[in-house]
C-alpha cells in the first residue's frame, strides 16, 4: 500500500493523506516521502455519511429543493469539482 502520491503532486514530502472511500476513511502519516504504515488509521466514516451530511445541509439551506432532487451523482459531483489539496 504506498499513499504517498497525493503528498508528492503538493511538492511537499511530509503530510498526512485523507483516503475517503464511500464505507470508510484511511488516515495516512507521511514522514520524508515514507507512509509511516504502523501509525495508519481507518474511521468508519467515509463518503456515505459525508453525502449524507451534504444533503441535510443543503436542505436545510434551501427549503424550496425537493430531498429526491439532490441525488447521489450530484453529491460526488459537488466533492469531485470542489476538494481541494491544501498544504503550507
Known sequence: M?????IYITGVFTGIVFEVGYL?????????????????T???AGG???N????????AENPSIE?????FPL???IKFKFTKVLHK
Open 2 to 6: 504506498n499513499n504517498t502520491l497525493p
Open 75 to 77: 453529491l460526488e459531483d
Open 52 to 59: 449524507k451530511k451534504m444533503k441535510e445541509l443543503l436542505l
Open 24 to 40: 470508510n476513511t484511511q488516515i495516512t502519516p507521511i514522514y520524508d516521502g515514507y507512509a509511516t504504515m504502523n501509525k495508519v
Open 48 to 50: 456515505f455519511m459525508i
Open 42 to 44: 481507518y474511521s468508519p
Open 67 to 71: 430531498p429526491d432532487v439532490i441525488t
